[in-house]
């Protein structure tokens, strides 16, 4: 998965098509991600003990990552992932649109 923790990405499909936002986790053995803001959905919670009230609670859920792109840090548009290794052996991750090195 080529997507990380903190990178800025756009939803390309599904119900939030459009959103920007960071991820805030990446599951690899799904390989899903939690976009901040993006998939918002609402969670009724029991009370747990005698006096206390349930609640509903807003909880951001995990979408596929073939549903986002990762943003250009150049342009601020959505582009593909490609890697570039130096001649020190260190592999880093590129935009492919502007060849600018992503983070």
């Known amino acids: 998965m080529k997507i990380k923790k903190g990178d800025?990405?756009?939803v390309m499909a599904g119900k939030d098509k459009g959103k920007t936002g960071k991820v805030l986790q990446a599951l690899h053995g799904v390989d899903k991600v939690i976009?901040?803001?993006v998939f918002v959905v609402k969670r009724h919670t029991r009370?747990?003990?005698t006096g206390t009230k349930g609640?509903?609670?807003e909880k951001t859920m995990p979408i596929?990552?073939?549903n986002v792109m990762i943003l250009d840090p150049k342009?601020?548009?959505p582009t593909?992932?490609?890697y570039s290794i130096?001649?020190?052996g260190n592999k880093t991750r590129i935009a492919k649109k502007s060849g600018s090195v992503i983070k």
């Open 55 to 57: 609640d509903i609670v």
């Open 86 to 88: 130096d001649e020190k």
């Open 47 to 49: 009370n747990k003990l």
């Open 35 to 37: 976009v901040e803001g």
């Open 8 to 10: 800025e990405v756009k």
């Open 75 to 77: 342009d601020k548009v």
């Open 80 to 82: 593909r992932i490609g």
């Open 64 to 66: 596929h990552v073939s």
